[in-house]
């Protein structure tokens, strides 16, 4: 057993040179006679020759050995720490740790900021593309969505493997290719390709890794601290539509695409530069967690959010498309509603997040979700501009609520904590097929009715209240219907 340093209360190391002088004094030893008297002269001998050594050495010698065995221990130690089954508790704060909470704002600015301002653009693509329908239209953000949720289920097990650098980075890389090479496009196949794939497709990589690293630096304060990273996704829904509103008359689609590109460069790449995984990583271990299928809380909880995110996407594309075709709104007003149904929200990220700490996930989300199914019905009655407005409003406060409650939830029904980046992955996996599929239906529903929403309408009010219903379900499978209780 080495001996321990003084100092740091690490075990010393052996140099190499010290290493060999014993196998050479062995060798000496085994190769001469030994008697009791020469061994004992021997060793008097060899004492006093390496107390004057000792005596001897430069004080940079002396400087480079203790270097030397500094170094290695740091090297010990950090190779020691990484193979840890049972990692030390989050920190639950500090300088790293909310560090961590600006670069997800950043994230999430850049990925479901950006995305929820399709809407503006679904209202210019119906100028620019006048042969195509609103459905076709909007399966450019409904399959962007379904990619940026459904690749989370293979982005996310990265995290657990102790990639996160790099795959962050490849994910940066392909979102600003998508960007960058839709300011080229002109046909209905180039933006589905760039914006709808590519962009889909780069955000998926680096989103839900991003989510799950957050989680891991916070236990007590982790729905405050996923709440404020989550209000970059408000944020980024107000300034995109912003940009495409005041930059698209004066530079044209091509400049006002470009400069959203060069916007994202500058979040992502700080994004990278700070981020940092704080668990070992877990090399073995299945794409998937199977015992999530065997477990009815979390598959109701996923299978709740399905009905509500596909109905939550279809009133965020075509609320303004809405505001147009039936209000009689001019372009510039209706892009004003996507800037709307995103901002008010903002201060709601942070409130149920605060909440949930102390009274559990959810028990605050169930609130929130039959509130958006009740807001959702009263779109029917929509008929003139005053009406939109304030639907606008209690739409976005209330979706708000309740979307950034998602990944705090799976965290907190997640009891290892080395799952947190493949449960999220999962579980936005699943809800992809509902944000692909709920809109375009939606339009196919508006087209059967000869340009009418009001079927639209019931539908994804009933959607959302279906999924409100789930989700209570899986409150009284968990913790029965006392309602005191946290969960």
Not at 109 to 119: A, D, E, H, L, Q
Not at 144 to 173: I, K
Not at 274 to 300: C, N, Q, T, W
Not at 472 to 485: D, Y
């Amino acid at each position: 057993m080495s001996p321990a340093d003084p100092e740091k209360g690490q075990p010393l190391q052996e140099s190499p040179e010290h290493e060999d002088a014993i196998s050479i004094s062995t060798l000496d030893d085994e190769s001469r006679p030994s008697t009791p008297h020469s061994r004992q002269h021997e060793r008097h001998t060899m004492d006093i020759e390496t107390a004057a050594q000792s005596q001897n050495a430069s004080p940079s010698l002396k400087r480079t050995q203790s270097n030397k065995s500094t170094m290695l221990t740091r090297i010990a130690s950090r190779i020691t720490t990484r193979s840890i089954t049972n990692p030390p508790p989050p920190p639950d704060g500090g300088l790293k740790a909310w560090t961590q909470v600006g670069c997800a704002w950043l994230v999430l600015f850049t990925t479901w900021g950006y995305v929820n301002s399709f809407g503006s653009f679904q209202t210019y693509y119906s100028t620019l593309l006048p042969n195509e329908t609103a459905s076709t239209i909007s399966w450019i953000g409904s399959v962007q969505v379904w990619l940026t949720f459904f690749v989370g289920a293979f982005s996310g097990r990265l995290l657990d493997a102790g990639l996160f650098l790099p795959t962050f980075a490849v994910g940066m890389a392909m979102q600003l290719a998508g960007i960058f090479g839709m300011s080229w496009c002109t046909q209905y196949w180039q933006l589905m390709l760039t914006q709808g794939i590519l962009t889909g497709i780069g955000g998926g990589i680096f989103f839900c890794p991003s989510m799950g690293l957050l989680a891991t630096y916070f236990d007590r304060r982790r729905g405050v601290a996923i709440g404020i990273a989550t209000t970059g996704n408000s944020v980024g829904g107000m300034i995109y539509p912003v940009v495409v509103r005041e930059l698209l008359p004066k530079l044209g689609f091509a400049w006002t695409v470009r400069v959203i590109g060069f916007v994202n460069l500058g979040c992502l790449v700080l994004a990278l530069c700070f981020m940092r995984p704080r668990l070992p990583p877990r090399k073995s271990g299945p794409i998937m967690d199977p015992k999530a299928f065997h477990e009815p809380v979390y598959m109701l909880f996923v299978a709740g959010f399905c009905f509500m995110i596909g109905s939550v996407y279809w009133t965020f594309y075509y609320i303004a498309s809405f505001g147009v075709q039936v209000i009689g709104l001019s372009y510039a007003s209706s892009t004003l509603l996507i800037i709307i149904i995103n901002g008010v929200g903002l201060p709601f990220r942070v409130i149920p997040p605060l909440l949930s700490d102390r009274y559990g996930p959810l028990n605050i989300i169930l609130p929130a979700l039959f509130a958006t199914a009740l807001v959702a019905f009263t779109f029917v009655a929509v008929h003139d501009t005053i009406g939109l407005y304030l639907f606008t409003i209690f739409y976005g406060i209330t979706t708000a609520a309740f979307q950034c409650l998602l990944p705090v939830t799976v965290a907190s029904l997640t009891t290892n904590l080395n799952m947190v980046g493949t449960r999220l992955g999962m579980a936005f996996s699943a809800i992809s097929f509902a944000a692909l599929t709920w809109p375009p239906i939606g339009g196919a529903i508006i087209g059967l009715q000869h340009g009418k929403y009001q079927g639209a309408q019931i539908w994804a009010a009933v959607s959302a209240l279906a999924g409100a219903l789930l989700m209570l379900t899986a409150r009284v499978k968990m913790n029965g219907w006392t309602v005191r209780k946290k969960c």
